[in-house]
C-alpha cells in the first residue's frame, strides 16, 4: 500500500466532508497525531496519523516551499 504525502500547511481533501459541508482541511500541526483546520469554517480538529491517512483523499495544493527543514551538520 502506497504511503501518502503529505505537509504541514498543506490543503487537503478528505473522503468524509466536515458537517458544515466543505471537505478541505489545511494540515497545521504534524506529529503524533494530525490537527487539521477546516477551510470552511475554520473549525481545528486533531485526528490521529492512522485515521488522518486513511480519511485523506488527496492533497489539493502543497504548501509554499519554505526554508524550514534543511538541517545542516556542523
Ligand atoms: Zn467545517
Do not use: Y
Request: hydrophobic share 30%; aromatic share 2%; glycine share 8%.
Amino acid at each position: 500500500m502506497e504511503r501518502k504525502q503529505f505537509e504541514l500547511g498543506d490543503i487537503v481533501q478528505m473522503k468524509k466532508p466536515h458537517p458544515c459541508g466543505t471537505n478541505e482541511m489545511e494540515i497545521i500541526r504534524m506529529g503524533m497525531d494530525i490537527r487539521m483546520k477546516c477551510v470552511g469554517c475554520k473549525h481545528s480538529v486533531l485526528v490521529p496519523r492512522a485515521k488522518f491517512e486513511k480519511n485523506m483523499k488527496k492533497v489539493l495544493r502543497s504548501a509554499p516551499a519554505s526554508d524550514e527543514g534543511t538541517s545542516e551538520g556542523n
